[in-house]
């Protein structure tokens, strides 16, 4: 029956490197092996797998199709593997039988020991119940303490194939450098043994490195692989404990473990042959396995010597010291495993050749390795020597004088043939017309090697040149081919103008909050956008619809109107410049003084206002659209052909609402000068700024007033719709559970809102952030627009009801109408929260955020909270709009906020401490006694499969939860 190792171990216990050294290893020894990847995170391992679970199912297959965490789809993964074991054991009989049929060569250090033996006779194939197989398994420890997919898959390995398996359980053997870590890792290694009852190995990996962690052992290394009297350890781990309690868990722990006796630790470096051969030689024993090929592979002769080893320890050597005889023999390879395990290298030998000593040691180890190299080139001479003389004599009996006279005929007469072959067949040299110094009875044993490995060299470069020509022509047509990606990377590639550098930005993990909730908090920063904030994705759709529209053309001294509190100023007035327009920005005389003054660096006409109700006619959007109708009333000079500009007739330009022919006042509103040609077309060429004849005049395309009207405008919500959205679903890789956002002129909620709505078939909150002072928290909860600054209906004629800038609003606009379907959920945000909330994202983050992205970081603990337990690995998405550059002399300035009567201070701890509302269970859910509950991947949301087969009955909808509520856990 076959014989192999499951090696199990937790992340950083040097797994991968085990399997690829032992394959390694055992295939130097001759001896049949299978290595099977179970673990579907190692897509290309260091080693080539004979099976792989990625053939069945990949891990990115899991999180994709079922919105699962790293760790749930790695326990699918495996469920999966155990309800598809028919699979699993077809890979495996295939695998075996290949090999069996095409067993590996035999290592070349025993040829001739065997052709001594045997006569020359060909190795035997291996049969079935000699292969070894290695089984690679995850690193989640789950696996192998609490969870039964694995147990039960090698169960039935064991039942069905007849396989006889041992745990290998390898840990990184720093943790010994703690005792509270070697404690829990004595835990972990007693929990594993009990859990999968096979034959168990333990192992203390990467002993190598101990030498280079700086710190000494506190016992000797003998002490922690025998696992002796653990109360020593008690003084130790009292060090480190909170409360009398802990003193006597730690008791009873040490009992425990030494009640049950079990653990035991080997330790391996895998670089180490003798620390590999020791090891193997532990797990052969476990398993009861003694390689086949033992008994005929053992020399009939061998001589063996030792020498003192550093420090006086013995060690044993596999070469001889002597080479008086050219026919001594070094001890077979396979030899060392049939023997008993060598006392060379116990735990004291070990801990002075990696701890105490390393230096000397690899000293000794460079001289013992040169001594095997002069050994083995005497010996490789040696057999050269004696093969020349047997083929002299092989060839002396071959010759016979009468044929080499009738070759010598036949090559004086070329048409008489001694044979039915061609002569050029028989005698290739000959035909080739070398030259004398290059023909094989001139050359010696060495230039005829230097000639074969060159003409070798050069054909092999050939070959790769081509191969390589090949593929990389290859891979040019799948570039062609490919379809371009949203998210495109920019770090070969020259960007052609500002416009450019527009959209694409990252999405940021903010560690402080995500940490604390257990739910991943993420930000779209916006503010990393080439003007500073979300709305230059708005303004360039603005602009370029207008352009496609023929509103408004290039360098014809055009301009672009809009009211804003800042950032869309700022945003239209660079894009205007860069793409040959004006601007004028209307804006609030309340807004920060660093914005003004960006805009005035840019070359944008500014004009502040005082902030006013939106129904009056001062209010800076109305403003704004009166400017830009008093653009169109001016004169505009035609040129006709050939005459100076004072015989240029003048005409008064008409204006009107509707423009470049189409009638839509709620889109933009512009002076509507006559355009002598047609608008032009999708796909024409002809330049919006090229000349036109007509009637014997030259007419020049004349300038024009756009108002951009960021609030009425669907460019804006299409923007987001096809572009941050877009984003925020390929950098999440699909898995967005909540999405927060203000609302400023509602088209970042409604066209992000709209498009996770859709990909996620209703599954995404949707939750709308307000400041203090906007209506909107009302309408979404209460069906009514008003704030609780309002009183009756009535409405100040100065509101300065919030510090907040960029996000809030008294009124329904059409973008925001189209985010009211969809809002799920509104949170209330006041300027003291915000501000406390900006402070700590600066001091544990380093992020400096504007006053609406701490608005949306509130709203979003808020939201993480009010999910409970059933929100915990899930992920919440908001937009991080702007920097704080922009709120310097406001929000970022206490002088002004302690004006203002704002505390300012860095504390969140009141999102964590305060009542949750109604309805969302008690205000601790989620909580564990020491603080905010960590995630936990057992329990993740979930929707419907997409490609991969349906999930196993292993997981199942909790009873009693919503539909909106579902939770996927195994039993």
């Known amino acids: 029956m076959p014989v192999g190792q499951v090696v199990i171990g937790p992340p950083g216990s040097g797994k991968t490197t085990y399997v690829w050294g032992l394959y390694q290893f055992l295939t130097a020894l001759g001896r049949p092996v299978l290595v099977v990847n179970l673990d579907p995170a190692a897509n290309e391992p260091s080693y080539e797998p004979a099976v792989s679970i990625d053939s069945l199912i990949s891990l990115a297959d899991a999180v994709d199709a079922h919105h699962l965490g790293p760790n749930g789809a790695m326990l699918y993964c495996l469920e999966y593997l155990e309800h598809n074991l028919d699979w699993l054991v077809e890979q495996l009989d295939r695998a075996m039988s290949h090999l069996e049929a095409n067993p590996p060569p035999r290592p070349a250090f025993d040829s001739d020991d065997l052709e001594e033996q045997d006569g020359g006779a060909p190795p035997p194939k291996w049969r079935r119940e000699d292969m070894y197989v290695v089984f690679d398994t995850p690193g989640q420890v789950e696996l192998s303490t609490n969870h039964d997919s694995l147990k039960r898959i090698v169960a039935a390995l064991q039942t069905r194939l007849g396989f006889r398996l041992a745990a ?53 290394l003998d002490y922690y692989t025998e696992v002796q009297d653990l109360s020593y350890l008690l003084p130790l781990l009292e060090r480190d404990q909170r409360t009398p309690r ?23 470096a895998v670089e180490d042959k003798d620390s590999m051969l020791r090891l193997v030689q532990v797990i052969d024993q476990a398993l009861g396995y003694v390689p086949p090929s033992l008994t005929n592979a053992l020399p009939s002769s061998s001589s063996s010597s030792s020498t003192a080893a550093p420090n006086s320890h013995s060690h044993s050597h596999s070469h001889s010291h002597s080479h008086a005889s050219h026919h001594a023999h070094a001890p077979h390879p396979t030899f060392a495993q049939s023997q ?22 690899d000293q000794f180890e460079k001289e013992r390795w040169k001594a095997e190299g002069e ?38 007469r070329p048409g008489v043939r001694s044979s039915s072959l061609p002569y050029w067949l028989l005698h290739p040299i000959e035909s080739l017309g070398l030259p004398w110094f290059l023909r094989p009875s001139k050359l010696g044993a060495k230039r005829s090697l230097l000639v074969g490995f060159t003409l070798g060299f050069s054909i092999s470069l050939s070959l790769t040149g081509l191969a390589l020509y090949a593929l990389d022509a290859w891979r040019r047509s799948l570039r062609r081919a490919a379809e371009k990606r949203t998210i495109e990377i920019r770090a070969d590639e020259v960007v052609d103008g500002v416009e450019g550098l527009i959209g694409n930005t990252p999405l940021i993990r903010i560690k402080s909050l995500s940490e604390a909730l257990g739910v991943d908090i993420l930000g779209k920063c916006e503010y990393l956008n080439p003007f500073g904030s979300v709305k230059d994705r708005v303004s360039l759709k603005i602009i370029q619809q207008a352009e496609e529209e023929g509103l408004i053309h290039a360098n014809t001294e055009s301009c672009i109107f809009e009211g804003t509190s800042g950032s869309t100023g700022i945003s239209i007035a ?14 609030p005389d309340d807004v920060a003084k660093e914005k003004i003054k960006m805009l005035q660096v840019l070359g944008a006409e500014v004009e502040p206002v005082r902030p006013v109700s939106i129904v009056d006619r001062s209010h800076y959007v109305n403003l704004a659209r009166r400017r830009a109708l008093e653009f169109g009333k001016r004169t505009v000079v035609a040129h006709s052909s050939g005459d100076s500009p004072s015989d240029t007739p003048r005409a ?19 002076s509507n000068t006559p355009t002598p040609t047609r608008p032009p077309t999708p796909g024409t060429t002809t330049p919006s700024s090229a000349l036109s004849r007509s009637a014997g005049q030259t007419y020049r395309d004349p300038p024009r007033g756009l108002f951009a009207d960021q609030f009425e405008n669907l460019s804006n919500l299409v923007a987001h719709e096809e572009g941050t959205a877009v984003e925020i679903w390929k950098q999440t890789a699909g898995r967005v559970d909540g999405f927060v956002s203000g609302a400023g002129t509602g088209g ?208 199942t909808v909790a009873a009693g939860q919503n539909e909106d509520e579902r939770v996927f856990s195994p039993r």
């Open 574 to 587: 660079g894009i205007a410049r860069a793409r040959g327009y004006k601007a004028h920005i209307v804006l």
């Open 246 to 268: 802990f003193a006597e868990l730690n008791r009873t722990v040490c009992d425990l473990i030494e009640e049950f006796g079990l653990v035991g630790f080997e330790t391996l």
């Open 168 to 220: 290998v359980h390898l840990v990184d053997a720093s943790h010994i450098l703690d005792a509270s870590r070697y404690v829990a890792v004595l835990l972990l290694a007693l929990r594993t043994m009990l859990q999968l009852e096979l034959p168990h190995v333990n192992v203390l990996s990467k002993i190598d490195l101990l030498g280079q962690a700086g710190q000494d052992l506190d016992f000797n």
């Open 748 to 955: 970042t909620i409604a066209g992000v809102g709209r498009f996770l709505k859709d990909k996620t078939q209703g599954s995404c909150d949707i939750v709308l952030s307000d400041p203090q002072g906007s209506g909107l928290y009302h309408k979404i909860h209460d069906g009514v627009m008003y704030a609780e600054t309002e009183s009756e209906g009535k409405r100040r004629r100065y509101q300065v009801d919030t510090i907040v800038e960029g996000i809030g609003l008294n009124r329904i606009t059409k973008n925001l109408s189209k985010a009211l379907p969809i809002i799920d959920d509104a949170i209330r945000v006041t300027d003291a929260e915000a501000v406390a909330m900006s402070r700590h994202l600066a001091l544990h983050d380093g992020l400096f955020l504007g006053s609406s992205s701490a608005v949306n970081l509130v709203a979003c603990v808020r939201l993480a909270r009010r999910w409970g337990r059933r929100g915990r690995g899930r992920r919440i998405v908001t937009i991080l709009c702007d920097s704080g550059a922009r709120h310097v002399s406001r929000f970022w300035n206490d002088d002004y906020l302690e004006k203002a009567g704002i505390p300012i201070s860095s504390s969140i701890d009141f999102l964590f401490t305060e009542p949750l509302p109604e309805g969302f269970g008690d205000e601790n859910e989620g909580m564990d006694e020491d603080g905010p509950a960590s995630a936990s991947d057992d329990e993740l949301a979930s929707d419907d499969p997409l490609e991969l087969p349906p999930l196993s009955p292993k997981l």
């Open 652 to 670: 008064t330009t008409p204006m009107s609402i509707a423009a470049g022919g189409k009638n839509a006042p709620d889109l933009l509103v512009t």
């Open 340 to 361: 008993p395990l060598s006392s060379a290298l116990h735990a004291g030998t070990i801990q002075e050749k990696w701890v105490d000593h390393p230096t000397e040691w």
């Open 375 to 412: 050994w083995a080139a005497e010996r490789a001479t040696e057999q050269s020597r004696r093969r020349a003389v047997e083929q002299a004599a092989k060839a002396a009996e071959r010759t016979d004088p009468t044929v080499l006279r009738d070759q010598a005929a036949a090559r004086m």
